[in-house]
């Protein structure tokens, strides 16, 4: 064994008292496993990023611009003077330690830099530095500090070690939210190139080719070509969707992570269903054929450049209004920046469900309904034919998305869907859902492979709470409205809870939805034959009331 | 009285002499969060040692019982313990100490008796025995989570390139055709 | 060693005092000169503080939302936790400021698994951060009595509620309990959490020392070492009508509490203590979330390069074309 202390020095460390040093003098360690890789000069140049080279994060040469500090004491000083939420959140946090353990990453990691206080204090200690009296008068006293090179490190093993979740900012008295400082303390990296290449890579390529798998036009076409001939073989229906269609009514946008890696392809499966169910009149787009928003990872206007595709999208094809599939921080960046950014949208129209009727005034200005806002209405106008027996062999459970949870607000229409096309859904305890819910530990562009550990660690909270119900009510499925949840929390349930798979909602809505003319199914979206009673499906036409079989999730024991 | 029943009587304290070994692997800030937070929800990393340590010390007693013959699993506490630790940053001697620290565990109780535990040290060979089994399995356990998590990394590669290889037609298609996710082979499964 | 300066400068002050008044019979200045120099610190520093916020834009609209949103008629809203409209916002700030809403929050959490050890902190720093700050305000209002003419209703009123119990002569006060309470818990649980010590600067000691250096002063002189309050009020009254006059017979022990609380006035601006006016303006409260109903506007957005549809349809046409996708130039 490596480090073996005897019993009598082992009992004098178990004294807990904290380190030595203080924070400000634990110098960061970059350990595997806990960092993506740098992003390349490629992908910086696409976009025209500053500082494009290629870089190796593990190495001490990071090949910086000389004028480094210079750049980011400017850098802060004009986002001091853009952001109030940036200014008033280096000035008044009182360090009372309520967000200390309400991260994902220190819960799993134990790292006292993950406490939310701390990472915010990184920035804060070289603000107080360069920027108020105190901290230029008493130094380190004042909680102040110089900006050196290991600070600029610790900034970016931190900064990308938040997954601007929100969490902590539902705890703060003040409401500080430590993903404006991440935001902050990510567009301040940008501006020395160190970026990494999974944010980049996709950002160069939505940048380009509309996505951020860089599906080029025909591609986007064939994929979805191929889940066609799936969806004839599973249910006999020919479904023919259009592609930059002018003059259809809706345009429709989803993350690209749906048309391409499973999952996530058979809640893409299921959009196409319901909507050649229902005859809608809409167009996919191949310009803007990417709903989610690497950009917003990267800086306040990366995000925006890419952002701008849906609306130029729906103006160039005359559409009414758009819809917007599953998807987090997408519908973070749509409910909270698209209008600001790119509005206003004066020429669409306020989605209208030409189904039901129903006017979604909750998207009067931005004219963009969510789907699962689309498919409650229209389950609660019985427009849909589902037969909820299809998933009797799930037992189903909801991951609120942090997005959509703490950006938004959407909880009661994904579990009026679930219900509805499930008979067994069980909430997760109290705690773990809802405002409260844990981030699936990838979010924010951290789901590559090289910091699988830090995902498996952040991933630990969340899988914690779905293992509780799967061990208590048998639960074996986790529904999500949101790409990187479909794919990052099937490899996090795989480790941590292998029996639990992640599902899109849709994907429960097409395996229920009883289509006109369909043959008699054999299997469900994902080729598993289906175990039926024999009987006629009893069919629950749409406003049945939801049969809540929650037992309330309460933890008890 | 035998070592067996000493143990059973004293479950409590030789735990909580081997939850502190166990943590005083981990930086003392993390150490006294994973120690105090008792909320099984707040602090699952806190909550799968002290209940998985409990499920393992159970075993060794059941295996002393069995005069060292019990070939009941420890596999799931054991991998839910080691779960944990083959992703936090340590290596594999460092990950797996903690199995051997309830020697030590159980050796300061003993020490804590005096004269009167002098009778005990005669039965700690087959305890030490009993550890040690369990220590080999763990190696198997903790070998299969770090396999695991390569798996993981390639699924994911898989899984992104699954649909570029069907378009090239690299792929016969049939239905099923999944990309690994759930399969239900016990093989690759953690247990 | 970062609580220990703190507690040294706390006590460095205090000998100030001794010092200038006592040896050096420097009543002007302690009395006059610098209670002036603080309060007029603490309004410019509080405005310029207030405004270089308030003047900060809000770029985006950013609330964070802890509850169902407006949504489909049929789905319940959570109105204060998610606001829609102004009355919502005003609940959720009103719940905020005074009830430390999101404080509480952590009561929620705290679930123990079997009657083991209990571990509440969270649900203690609510109820101590809460009882501070009201006792505070009581203690702020019971002092209005020194700096006007007779003592005014309002005032009379908090001093009854607040000395209700009837117990001790003069009557003990249950805010000058709570506060004394409340700033020692939130003294010990800074350096007795791990967490929270680990992360706590001199800056966080400091105020906590002052203000229960603070409040020992004021109760001494309440019951203990009583001062003249006839002389007191006589001086307070003409530093409030802006005709200070040294007044004989007052205790070194109230220029001690007087410069603190000079020192607190002071300092209050430059510091953390600033939360009070900052958690009005905080833009993940204080927002409702009707982004998508009302334009947010930005008033630095600027247009930005993008690459737009003929660029793409330039890249990408003849394939576009084989794969039966509509172009705009054939």
Redesign the interface.
Known sequence: ?????K?EE??K???????KT??MDTPVEI?P??FCWGAKAKSLNTV?FPNARDWNPTEEDWKLPDNWQEILIEGIRER??????F??FM????????C??KCHFY??????KN?P??RA?LMRSVYRKYF???GKVLGK???ARELDLQVLKEWWYYFFQCTEC?RC?????????TA?VTMVGRELLNLLGLNIEWTMGPVAAC????NH?GL????I???IE?ML??IE??TGIKVTPT????GAEILFVTPSGD?????G?YTCMGYLMLFHELGLDYTWS??ASEGGNFGFFTS??MA??LN??IY??AK?LGVKWILGGECGHMWRV????M???N??ADFLEVPKSPITG?VF??????K?THII?FT??LI?NGKLNLDKRRNDHLKVTFHDSCNT?????????PR?VIKNTCNHFYEM????T???TFCCGSGSGLNA?ED??LR??GG??RA??AK?VHEKYGVNMLANICAIDR?AL??SM???V?AV??TGVHELVANALVMKGEKKRE?NL???PLQMPEEEPEVAAGAAAPAEKTAGGK??? | MDLKSFLSEKRQAVLERWLDYVLSSYPSQTAEFLKNRKNQFANPVGNIISEGIGGVFDAVLADLEAGGQSDSGVADFLENIIKVRAIQDFSASEALGFVFSLKRAVRGEIDALGEDGEGFYKELGRLDGSVDKIALAAFDVYVRCREKIYELKADEVRKHTFRLLQQANLICETLPRKGGENDDNPEEKIG | MKAFLPFLAVIFLVLLVIVGVKTASLYFLFGVVVPYAALLTFLAGVVYRTVKWGTTPVPFHIPTTCGQQKTLPWIKQSKIENPSGTGGVIVRMLLEVFMFRSLFRNLKTEMHEGPKITYGSDKWLWLAGLSFHWSFLFIVIRHLRFFTQGVPMPVQIVEGLDSFLQIGLPLVYITDVLFLAAVTYLFIRRVTIPQVKYISLAADYFPLFLLLAIGCSGVLMRYFLRVDIVSVKTFTMGLVSLRPKIVPGISTLFYIHLFLISTLFAYFPWSKLMHMGGVFLSPTRNLANNSRIKRHINPWNYPVKVHTYAEYEEDFREKMKMAGVPVEKE
């Open positions: 064994m490596a480090k073996e202390p019993p082992l009992l460390t178990i004294n807990y008292t904290p380190p203080g924070w350990k496993g806990m025209g001091l003077s853009k952001y109030r939420s200014r008033l000035d008044i946090c009182v360090r009372c330690g309520a200390a353990d819960i799993g990691t134990g790292d006292p406490m206080v701390l204090e108020t009296t105190p006293l004042a909680g929100r900012s539902v705890f703060c008295p003040y409401g500080i939210d404006e940048y380009m080719k509309g798998l080029e036009p025909h591609t076409v064939n994929n191929f001939d799936d073989t599973i592609f930059n269609r002018k048309l391409f890696a499973d999952p392809t191949t310009y306040n206007e925006k450049r701008s595709k130029a999208e160039r749509l409910n909270q920046y209008d600001t950014w509005g206003p129903t005034d909750n998207a009067k200005s931005t963009m806002e409650a209405d609660k949870a703490r950006g938004m607000g959407l909880f009661e229409e009026y305890p109290d705690g773990t809802r405002e409260q492979g699988m550990e498996l660690k630990l909270p914690n709470a509780y794919a099937t490899t795989n480790y941590w292998p798979g992640v299997t994902r080729g598993d933890a008890n024991v």
